[in-house]
């Protein structure tokens, strides 16, 4: 007890309750005002620090932090969620080229697995276990497929990165996939709560872009992942045009748990600290999931010095994949990992097809778009296990100011191998030129991928029939027998020949043209849906990043 001189007993006990109270009034003062600015900030932020005799150690530094100050040690990353808002979360991580790359990838891995890992198991609730309960059998021959390649692949990697970037970059790849698996078992145990998930698990969700094409060759889903690129060049005055892209990606409903991703890492061309060089690709911003390492809608936006890339896919339309499907374990390396490969060693467009074209396989077929700001070269790129190909663009788009992919091939070989569904191809394709014609501005741009303000694209194909040539907003909960499947995000990126501008985001469903918003518990309460908002009606935002 403290003890007052010259006072009595009870003036003591009195000074010592008052003093005491105080001090409790300051420490509750406190916790309710941290708590308060917790409430308003909700960005948590997160260093990863390492050492030869200590290993990794994740220090927290939960939220309202000044982020420009946080300390970059091997790597650190925040993470905001704002999916009830605008349905998108943010992670944004960064490493330290002063460490060896593993410690880098696998520092990165645990950041994004701990800071996500709600997210992520929510992610895995909604798709991969609703999936695979209704085929059991089916996912088993899948994971056992995705293990075995793994193992092998893995193994090549250990033998081969110390001489050859690819392989480096490889083995990268799955150093951090181990981080990611690491941090997000380190935040359920110290979040106390009962949820597990298998090591499978955690490679079924970062091989995203692998996934679609293998769940239609191994009948667990015929649903497909599919995009609807549009570039096109605006008109300004005494200025060269602005290069505008949008990427509106259909998919299921179950898959609108959305992430935009930033990863800035250190990384080297080959493991040595002292010799090697830097990647060309410092940076890659990516639309995203919840445990995915690459971005499975296939947007990404590569920064380097003094260059830009920006690489945007679709899947091909194709009715026969199980011609050109070839599953060998031991013959590809998976698409994730050639992608995420590809953006990070790519110096130019022609660079990134040289290596998505090494240790081709599996099961995906996907036409990309390569463009190049600073040059305004284009490179259009097709895909399969079997071939790819590729031309330049270039003339054809400053000729017509515009280009339009919803993976109808421009290959003939690659046509004659996929066998597209019959339609009238011709007539599409003067549909989607019509769009365009009296776009010469960003806004009116917006409106087209979101609904097609124009005249001659209405509210009428609400009733339209599921068709891989839909139209560019095509909602399957609007169908007279609803389907939980249409048009998920838009993706605007503005580039002049300086580099980017502009990039925003729009996540759900469109609602143009007097279309309802999108809402679960009237159209699918018996689906999945964890973690989502009961609405999905939401305006643009973009992505501000913190960290160079």
């Given at each position: 007890m403290l003890k007052v001189v010259g006072a009595s007993w009870l003036q003591t006990r009195i000074s010592t309750y008052i003093l005491i109270t105080v001090a409790l009034l300051g420490i509750g003062a406190i916790i309710l005002g941290e708590f308060g600015h917790v409430e308003q900030d909700g960005t948590y932020s997160a260093t990863v620090t390492w050492n030869h005799k200590g290993g990794y150690r994740i220090d927290f530094w939960g939220q309202g932090n000044d982020l420009t100050a946080v300390p970059l040690h091997a790597a650190r990353a925040y993470y905001k969620t704002g999916i009830f808002e605008h349905g998108w979360s943010y992670i944004e991580i960064e490493t330290s080229s002063k460490?060896?790359?593993t410690v880098q990838a696998y520092a990165a891995g645990l950041l994004e697995g701990s800071l996500t890992w709600q997210l992520i198991h929510h992610h895995w609730y909604n798709t991969v276990k609703a999936e695979c309960e209704t085929k059991a059998a089916e996912c088993r021959k899948l994971t056992r497929y995705l293990r075995d390649n793994t193992a092998v692949i893995r193994e090549r990697a250990e033998l081969l990165d110390s001489t050859d970037p690819f392989w480096h970059m490889v083995r990268l790849f799955y150093t951090q996939l181990d981080g990611l698996e690491a941090g997000w078992k380190f935040a359920v145990r110290r979040s106390r709560v009962s949820v597990s998930l298998e090591s499978e698990d955690f490679l079924w969700l970062a091989l995203a872009s692998d996934i679609p094409g293998f769940q239609q060759v191994f009948n667990i889903s015929d649903i497909p992942m599919n995009s609807m690129i549009y570039f096109k060049s605006l008109p300004r005055d005494n200025l060269e045009p602005l290069i505008v892209i949008g990427h509106n990606t259909a998919a299921s409903y179950t898959q609108m748990l959305r992430l935009v991703k930033k990863y800035t890492f250190g990384y080297h061309m080959l493991p040595s600290l002292k010799t090697a060089a830097l990647i060309p690709s410092r940076s890659i911003v990516m639309s995203s999931y919840p445990g995915a390492l690459s971005s499975r809608d296939e947007f990404y936006i590569m920064r380097g010095e003094n260059r830009e890339l920006i690489v945007t896919g679709t899947s091909l339309l194709t009715t026969n994949q199980s011609e050109w499907s070839f599953l060998h374990p031991k013959d590809h390396v998976m698409l994730s990992v050639r992608l995420m490969t590809a953006n990070r060693l790519a110096t130019n467009g022609q660079s990134w097809f040289d290596t998505i074209y090494h240790?081709?396989?599996?099961?995906?077929?996907?036409?990309?778009?390569?463009?190049?700001?600073?040059?305004?070269?284009?490179?259009?790129?097709?895909?399969?296990?079997s071939v790819t190909v590729a031309m330049n663009y270039t003339k054809e788009f400053k000729k017509a100011g515009y280009i339009s992919y919803v993976g109808i091939s421009n290959f003939p070989n690659v046509n004659d191998i996929v066998q597209p569904a019959k339609k009238d191809i011709n007539a599409w394709k003067t549909r989607l030129a019509r769009l365009q014609e009296n776009i010469t501005t960003f806004g009116q741009f917006r409106n087209m991928m979101r609904g097609c303000s124009q005249e001659d694209c209405t509210a009428k194909n609400q009733n339209s029939k599921l068709d891989p040539l839909q139209e560019l907003t095509y909602r399957g909960d609007l169908e007279d027998e609803p389907l939980s499947y249409g048009i998920i995000d838009t993706k605007i990126l503005t580039i002049d020949t300086d580099g980017f501008e502009v990039f925003e985001t729009i996540s759900g469903p469109a609602t143009s043209q007097s279309r309802i918003p999108f809402k679960w518990s009237e159209r699918f309460p018996n689906i999945s849906h964890v973690g989502h908002p009961d609405t999905l009606n939401f305006e643009s935002v973009t992505p501000k990043w913190v960290w160079v």
């Open positions: 460490y060896p790359d240790q081709n396989g599996g099961a995906s077929a996907i036409q990309w778009i390569t463009f190049e700001p600073r040059s305004t070269t284009i490179l259009l790129v097709e895909q399969l296990p």
